[in-house]
């Protein structure tokens, strides 16, 4: 039987406890070291999933000589360090989402992030969604025909807290890039980015300088047209869709349900009993398995399949162009080459005459 492949995690927050509960559970994978500042949330989260090698300091997790690969889950100004850091070590590294908040420091560390043989993964899980990936295959099979229009409804619960907010870097690099991959896992180059954004009902994100409802439209190079709605609440739940049309017929993702018992009676035709799932933990904690399943596989096999760190800088332009329309009111060119080889901002120019739009500036 092949040996587990021993992983070290960076960060022990939310996320992180999401990659500890896989890396140690999955068939095939073992969690060897964490590493988080926060010292007793480290000890904790190592104890409950049997983690022998607990440490503050990334140097120690990252000269420890026996880890195979790397996750980090740490706070997203740590990101390019680390992933720096694992390409000197010759680790195979997965890294949450965004790479950073500024393009500036993707951009620096993008020839080294090109040349190197060791594997660099983004952690856009919705990829890996079962829905998601079939609907992708339907597509991807002629389905629906020739792709006309996606349509990605995505809306959180509730706000994230001030804290977080302060540093999230707006929703557009925050929430959007995740609809913004599972744009370009369909359609890969987008040419143009047009966004409407208010601050509708949140004072904790007017306070933050952002957003709190946005709808985004982007141009595909083959004329398709895909609409983003985001909203920071949703009175019922976790609210995640997905709708692919062409001109042979359509195909959807729909919500899904902790529960799928239905009720009959005189006050509901068809009425469901359980409410969508309250956060993206659960919604797409099967995605976040095969996410990890799929890297660790790559890692074994020498090929690695997960979005790459230009997947994660493509994102990052789309989510700045989208920061850019919404603040100017004008649509914003993308030089489609330019997200996948090209250079950065020089990627993006205004288009005339959308109107102006009100809001925060970034």
Known sequence: ?????RIGLFGTGRIGQVHAANAASLPGTTLRWICDPALDRGRETAERYGCPGVTGSPEELLAAGDLDAVVVASPTPTHVGLIEACIDRGLPVLCEKPIHLDIRRVDALREKARAASTPIAIGFNRRFDPS?????RTVREGGVGRLEQLTIVSRDPEPPGAAYLAASGGIFRDMTIHDLDVARFFIPEI?????????????????????DTATVVLRGAGGEIVTIVNSRHCSYGYDQR?????DAGAARVENLLPLTTRRFGADAAEGTTAPYYSS??????????????????????????????????????LADAAQESAESGVAVAVDPSGLAGGEGREGLSASAGRGAAAGPAS
Do not use: C, K, W
């Not at 039987?1 to 492949?5: F, G």
């Not at 997905?242 to 062409?246: H, N, V």
């Open 1 to 5: 039987m092949t040996n587990p492949l």
């Open 132 to 136: 998601i990936a079939d609907l992708h």
């Open 191 to 211: 040419v143009e980015v047009t966004a409407r954004a208010e601050q509708s009902f949140s004072p904790e994100v007017a306070a933050a300088n952002d957003y």
């Open 242 to 246: 997905l709708e692919a049309f062409g």
């Open 280 to 317: 993206f933990v659960d919604r797409y904690a099967e995605a976040y398995r095969a996410e990890l399943r799929e890297f660790a596989e790559g890692v074994r096999s020498g090929t690695v399949r997960n979005p790459g760190f230009e997947d994660g800088r493509a994102a990052l332009v």
